[in-house]
């Protein structure tokens, strides 16, 4: 009923609407999320196999345990897609284009590895899907003038990384 009200009354009063990837505009945007999620899908992806390995496998304690590895695998793989989405989306511009023409066929291909890595549980799809995340990292930091150093993250499954060199 107040949603008809509301709606009644902007006919009448055109009520501005502001729109933002989040209720605050912040301008704040970081790639780490995204490598985060795409680490934990290769994680999900060697526990996986580390289980059909293990003498569990037929048990209920087994599908258990598989169902919640393939369900936060999908997560992650949907939430890195989502974060390179809001930054590619809100944050990358013409000028980002002109400079770094790769980035559309970059983004394109995260968008794809992401999705395989949700459908399959290879494990080389998972560190590809981490490298373009990687590359797009990359871009994304020299489009704000920051160097970038490469490590290997400090937990499994212990990947390179891209990081900001601060």
Known sequence: MIYKLILSVDKYLSFPVAKAHCDIPCGIY??????????????????????EQGEEKGKLEYHNTLSRYITVKEEHAEKAKHEIRVIWGDYIKDTHLEKYPELPGLVHKIMQLGSKSRQTSDREHGL???DAINQFAEVFWATKNVKIKKAKAPYAPGLEMVYPDL
Do not use: H
């Open 30 to 51: 970081d790639p780490a999320p995204a490598q985060i999620d795409a680490l934990t899908v290769v994680r999900m992806m060697d526990l996986m196999a580390a289980l």
């Open 128 to 130: 590809a899907f981490i």
